[in-house]
Every structure is written in C-alpha cells, then in structure tokens.
C-alpha cells in the first residue's frame, strides 16, 4: 500500500486532526476536504441536538469541513440563528424542477428536457443501459421529483424486484427493469410512505398538492413531511412545494385530490 493510499484511508476511517491534515497536505500538495454525508436522514430531534449543542466542537479542526442538513432542519429559528453565527448562511441545494409551477399538475405539461438529460446520465452510472428499458429509465428520473437521493432510492428498489424475479425463475435471461418491475418497486415504496400517515397529514398533503404551498410552513407536522420527503421544496422567485410524485399516487386512490 503506497503512501498516498493509506492516508486516503487516514481520512476516510478516522477522526482528521488538525496534524494529520497537515501530513496530508504536506504529501498530496492539496488541501485536505472532509465531506460528512447522510446527517440529512437523521432524526429531527438528533440533528438539533448534533447542530444546536455541538456546533463549536464540529467546527473545531482547521481543515475544510462538509456537513449536510435537511432542509426542515433551517425552519427551526433558533438552529438557522446558530449556524448563520458559525458559518453566516448555509448553502442550500435546490431541488431540481422538471417542470414549471403553473404547469406541473397538468397532464400535457412538458418536463425540461436539459434537466431530465442529467438524471438519465446519473442513472445510466449506476444501471447499465441494457438492463433497463429507455422509456421506463425516463420514468424513474420523472416520479424522483428532481431528488438525486429519491432517483437512486427508486432504481434501487427496481434492481431489488428484479433480483427477486431472478431467484423465482433462474432460467430466464431476458429479465430488465421494465414497466413492471417499476410498478411493484413503487408500490412497495408507496407502502413505506404510507405507513406513518394519518388523516391530519394527508390533509397537509393535499392542500400542498393543490396550493404549492402549506397552511403553515413552519408546523411540527409539515416540517415532518418535508424532512421525510413526502413534501419537496423548490425555489424560483419565491419558495413553492410539491408532494412526492410517489405520494401524489397515494393521494389520488384514497380521492384526495383530482
């Protein structure tokens, strides 16, 4: 294992202190960037307390540091005001928007083919074309949202229906994600969304759906939804929501909305 190699796993698998950093630069003639991914799929509660209680200790090392956050979390006045006290405004990551707001529960409505383009190249990274039909991978990228996490999250449901196709049929040799494979991994992605609603939050749901916005943006229960992913925020001139196309399908079989 060559040197540059083992400091790789220096940084990879172990705290970074401020000596080590330096050894690193010293040997890579590079700055040292810690990225700390995943902290966005926390609990509401233990990102609080990471963020509110711990702030001055994330921030005590002399290297670039990444922290992620969901965006819920930034609806809390009191955590925005801390983290704009370290770190002046946290850069936030818009969702990318397929369509327009006055176009995008309309069933003519055209996505933004640059934007589609990207996804499909993501998602052509992690699924080989051959194994996926062109028109169902469109379909994939459309129902994530504009969600990097949800696109990734729904092929990798796909790929699970099919390893599960193959073990029932070994014998077969043509199996791809197709329109069928996709229905059951959204079915089964429906179910997950769908196990912790009740009635008080389908109606948020709904009123988000037909409103692009909530009655109160700044609720326990809808800043739930939003850190859940059932609500999506996206920015032009001004913030809108939208519900998770997945949990839009949910809306419609229970008739919530039209």
């Keep these: 294992m060559n040197r540059l190699r083992l400091l790789f796993y220096l940084v990879t698998w172990f ?4 000596w080590e950093s330096l050894i690193i630069q010293a040997d890579t003639r590079k700055e040292v960037l810690v990225v700390i991914d995943d902290l966005d799929k926390l609990d509401l509660g233990l990102v609080e307390d990471i963020y509110k209680n711990n702030i001055n200790s ?3 090392p002399k290297f670039r540091i990444v922290f992620t956050i969901p965006i819920s979390a930034i609806r809390n006045n009191e955590l925005l005001a801390i983290l704009q006290s370290i770190v002046s405004r946290p850069l936030l990551m818009a969702v990318c928007k397929f369509f327009k ?14 934007l589609v383009s990207v996804f499909l190249e993501i998602l052509k990274k992690r699924i080989p074309e051959e194994l996926i039909e062109p028109e169902i991978a469109r379909e994939i990228v459309l129902k994530s949202g504009g969600v990097v996490r949800e696109l990734v999250r729904i092929a990798r449901e796909c790929c699970s229906q099919c390893l599960l196709l193959i073990r029932s049929e070994p014998e077969r040799t043509d199996i791809k994600i197709n329109e069928e494979i996709l229905q ?20 948020i749901l709904a009123t988000t759906y037909e409103n692009l916005t909530p009655t109160d943006a700044k609720s326990q229960e809808f800043l739930s939804l939003l850190h859940g992913l059932y609500v999506l925020e996206y920015e032009n001139d001004d913030l809108w929501y939208d519900v998770h196309p997945i949990v839009v399908d949910l809306l419609k079989r229970k008739k919530l909305i039209a």
């Design 184 to 203: 059951l991994a959204i079915k089964d992605l429906g179910n997950e969304f769908a196990r912790p609603l009740g009635e008080n939050l389908y109606s």
């Design 101 to 114: 707001p006055d176009e995008i529960h309309k069933t003519d409505a055209v996505p933004k083919e640059k």
């Design 58 to 60: 994330l921030f005590l």
């Design 15 to 18: 705290p970074v202190s401020d």
